[in-house]
């Protein structure tokens, strides 16, 4: 694809991966608009930190995925549109699940609503490996049963299930990208990893949850670089792609591999109970089969966990004040 001769609109573009997908395709000569959630102060969250140059390039534009003037006015003319605007934090789903759905399903809604009858290539709708709740078998390919152990992760089926129906119903061009645990630079304290990081760094003792379950980890820009081939891939239309790196880790094993990086072997981790999710909610297990993304687009992540993490310490080193105050954007 000749990423210079197309319009690309990103919702979710100031979070942590939309940041970063803005960014690449910048670097492609795409023209891109990026959707940023309204907020009083113009905050634009993680595009705030890109170079000055890329952020010249990008086209700001602040709006409401609940609203769907929003979504039809802004995204008129765009080839590609890549939808990853969400509420996405689950501890706030058990609190609010009312505004988690507003945004995640009727927001979903509102983007594919606005698509119809314009002249769009390719819909990159953005799911979640929650979706798929504790592994009932691993890896996990994209057959896997759904089930909705949050409210966050049912709001994601839901939107998912409304992406498959404008496919099914009206033809449009959807493929629906389910990443796993994304990590790297500009990620919210909210996450596990710049969690462990920024304590690590500044404390003897850190606040964990749970330190059995297992995750699948992958380092952005592979995640994006997923994101760019299944926009591009011919044969892509209709189907869901998990995008992992077909490992698996526990949250105390990964707590050590970043204690082991940081030369801080001694650091004692304690439970926290506000940081546990309710035991049904708890996913235990997320592996990902990502041999149709290798099949089908050619994709597979280059960077080791060590190598990203490596990189994701060097990054929280480097810029301390992006984690003195949490930010609270739509990502």
């Known amino acids: 694809m000749n990423w210079e001769k197309k319009k690309v609109f990103i919702t979710g573009a100031g979070g942590f991966i939309g940041s970063h997908l803005a960014e690449g395709l910048v670097e492609r000569g795409a023209s891109v608009k990026a959707f940023v959630r309204y907020n009083s102060r113009r905050d634009t969250g993680c595009l705030k930190v ?3 140059k890329i952020q010249r390039q990008i086209e700001i534009i602040f709006g409401d995925l609940r609203n769907p003037d929003d979504a039809r006015r802004n995204l008129k003319q765009s080839n590609i549109i890549f939808h990853l605007g969400a509420l996405i934090a689950i ?3 058990y609190v609010n699940p009312r505004e988690v759905v507003e ?7 509102n983007i594919l609503s606005a698509c119809l ?8 709708h953005t799911s979640t490996s929650e979706v798929y709740g504790t592994a009932e078998y691993v890896p996990i390919d994209e057959k896997h049963p759904l089930k909705g152990q949050s409210p966050y992760s049912a709001s994601k089926v839901g939107a998912d299930k409304i992406a498959e129906s404008f496919f099914c119903s009206y033809q449009l061009p959807v493929v629906i990208v389910r990443p796993f645990n994304t990590y790297g630079p500009r ?3 909210r996450a596990i990893i710049p969690t462990l990081i920024t304590q690590a760094l500044t404390k003897d003792k850190i606040s964990v949850g749970s330190l059995h379950p297992r995750r699948d980890f992958t380092y952005v820009s592979d995640i994006v670089s997923g994101f760019i081939k299944v926009a591009e891939g011919k044969n892509a239309l209709g189907t869901v792609v998990n995008l992992g790196s077909n490992t698996e880790i526990s949250i105390g094993d990964l707590a050590k591999e970043i204690f082991e990086l940081l030369g801080k072997t001694s650091v004692k981790m304690i439970q926290a109970p506000e940081r546990i999710r309710p035991t049904q909610s708890e996913v235990e297990r ?3 089969d990502n041999s149709k993304a290798k099949t089908c687009f ?3 992540p280059t ?24 930010e609270s954007y739509v990502i």
């Open 286 to 288: 997320l592996w990902a």
């Open 117 to 124: 009858g314009e002249d769009v290539e390719r819909i990159i």
């Open 50 to 52: 890109l170079p000055p």
């Open 91 to 93: 501890p706030y789903s």
């Open 303 to 326: 960077i080791s966990l060590k190598e990203g993490l490596s990189r994701t310490i060097a990054w929280v080193q480097e810029h301390p004040d992006f984690y003195t105050e949490e």
């Open 187 to 189: 990620q919210s304290a």
């Open 103 to 109: 945004t995640n399903v009727l927001g979903t809604l």
């Open 298 to 300: 050619g994709w597979f």
